[in-house]
């Protein structure tokens, strides 16, 4: 079965930090992967996506994620966080096939003045 | 962007009732609607696939007669939880497909039940 794990359960960064979020996925097949995030008392929405092509993608807010096959990893960077970019940040795949996605469990990131 | 809308965005009934969530897309057609189940500081976990005309899709450990999916057009699906009980508390989301070929999804804002 598909699974996606996110290895940082929550994250505390001072703004101007760097931060990279670890998301891995076990499918062996193509994938598409996407990250989302989840501001305190709003909706999820769309970081980014990788579908296919230059495997490292650039998203809003200054975010970016390098999709490495041989990994099956999607990591979600950011040179510099601010501390608007404190959420919750949802990894998620949808295989080949499947008409759905599956979502790790989640990263909340606290980032301090 | 596309918009998804669920209502109610909060509901407290009482053990025993039933409560209708509904999830519209407002300015698009949705051919496929899902229904996660997000619990306290845990992921998001898909309840079941509801394909416009045609009965929903449940995972594994959903209980069909307990959550009834009905897409009954292309922007609105509802969610009906019957026989409500305390452990059915929750946040309820659902999202909605635009074209098959992105795989990409729009989130609705939620709706958290609170069963008393």
């Known amino acids: 079965a598909q699974s996606v794990s996110q290895h940082n359960h929550h994250v505390i960064l001072s703004e101007a930090a760097s931060l990279e979020l670890g998301c891995n996925y076990s499918?062996?097949?193509?994938?598409?992967l996407f990250w989302y995030v989840q501001y305190p008392g709003q909706h999820l929405q769309l970081l980014l996506k990788y579908f296919s092509g230059d495997p490292l993608v650039k998203g809003i807010k200054g975010f970016e994620a390098e999709f490495i096959k041989s990994k099956f990893s999607f990591n979600l960077r950011k040179p510099s966080v601010q501390w608007s970019d404190t959420a919750e940040y949802f990894c998620a795949v949808n295989a080949g096939g499947y008409n759905k996605l599956i979502f790790g469990a989640g990263t909340r990131l606290a980032v301090h003045p | 962007g596309a918009v998804v809308s669920q209502h109610p965005s909060w509901v407290i009934c009482k053990s025993g009732t039933s409560v209708k969530i509904e999830c519209r897309s407002l300015d698009f057609q949705a051919t496929t609607m899902f229904w996660y189940r997000q619990f306290p500081k845990q992921s998001l976990m898909l309840m079941a696939t509801s394909n416009e005309g045609s009965k929903a899709t449940y995972e594994q450990g959903v209980e069909k007669d307990k959550f009834l999916i009905n897409h009954a057009s292309l922007t609105l699906s509802t969610l009906t939880v019957t026989s409500a009980h305390p452990e059915d508390s929750s946040f309820y989301i659902c999202?909605?497909?635009?074209?098959?070929?992105?795989?990409?999804?729009?989130f609705g804002e939620g709706s958290r039940l609170t069963v008393l």
């Open positions: 999202s909605a497909r635009r074209t098959r070929e992105t795989g990409e999804l729009f």
């Open positions: 499918y062996g097949g193509t994938v598409n």
